[in-house]
C-alpha cells in the first residue's frame, strides 16, 4: 500500500545529542514537509521540499537541518542547537496537484532526558 | 498569508448530540480548505476538504462543512456524535498555488456516554 513511513515511533535522547527522524514515501510526490506538534499549538512547519535537492526552511527552523538526496526520503536532523526538542514530529507529503491536501505519516516521538 | 483560528480548543458532548467545531480563516488570496482529524499518538487523516465548487462538503462518516466566503468560515458539524469520533481535530487552509498549509491549533472533542 502506498503511504508515508516514520522511524522510529518513539525515540529517546540526552541533551546535547544530535537525532535524525526518518521519513519515506512511496506515493511519488514532489513535496515533503516536517511539522512539529506541541499541546495547545497546532502543527508549525520546520522545513520543506518541493523538489529533490531543493528545500526552505519553515517557520521554526531553527536546530533542525534536512536533507532531500532522492525523491522518496526527507529525513530530519534534530541537533543540539535545538533548545526544546521534546515534540511530536509529522512527516507529510503533498500530491502532484497542489491544492495543499496533506498525507501524513504516523509521527515520531523524541524524548530529550 | 494565511492564518486559521480554531475558536474552541476543547469540545464535550454527549453521545448522540450535535456538534459544531468552529474555524475561522483569514487570506489575501483564494483558499483550499481542510479538516483533518487525529487520534491519540497517530497522524493525521484528511477528514474533508474544500476546493471549488458546492460550498457543502460531506466525509464518508457523517461529518460536513461549509464554506462561507463572506463570513471567512468553515465550521465542522456533525448531526449526532459517537463515541468513536472522540479526537483531535484540525482545520488547515492553504492558498490557491501555493506549497505552505498553514494549521489551526486544533479542537479536542470529547464525546461522553
Known sequence: ?113 | AQSVTQLDSQVPVFEEAPVELRCNYSSSVSVYLFWYVQYPNQGLQLLLKYLSGSTLVESINGFEAEFNKSQTSFHLRKPSVHISDTAEYFCAVSGTGGFKTIFGAGTRLFVKA
Open chain 1, 1 to 113: 500500500d502506498g503511504g508515508i513511513t516514520q522511524s522510529p515511533k518513539y525515540l529517546f535522547r540526552k541533551e546535547g545529542q544530535n537525532v535524525t527522524l526518518s521519513c519515506e514515501q512511496n506515493l511519488n510526490h514532489d513535496a515533503m514537509y516536517w511539522y512539529r506538534q506541541d499541546p495547545g499549538q497546532g502543527l508549525r512547519l520546520i522545513y520543506y521540499s518541493q523538489i529533490v535537492n531543493d528545500f526552505q526552511k519553515g517557520d521554526i527552523a531553527e536546530g533542525y537541518s534536512v536533507s532531500r538526496e532522492k525523491k522518496e526520503s526527507f529525513p530530519l536532523t534534530v541537533t543540539s542547537a535545538q533548545k526544546n526538542p521534546t515534540a511530536f514530529y509529522l512527516c507529510a507529503s503533498g500530491g502532484t496537484v497542489n491544492t495543499g491536501e496533506l498525507f501524513f505519516g504516523e509521527g515520531s516521538r523524541l524524548t530529550v532526558l
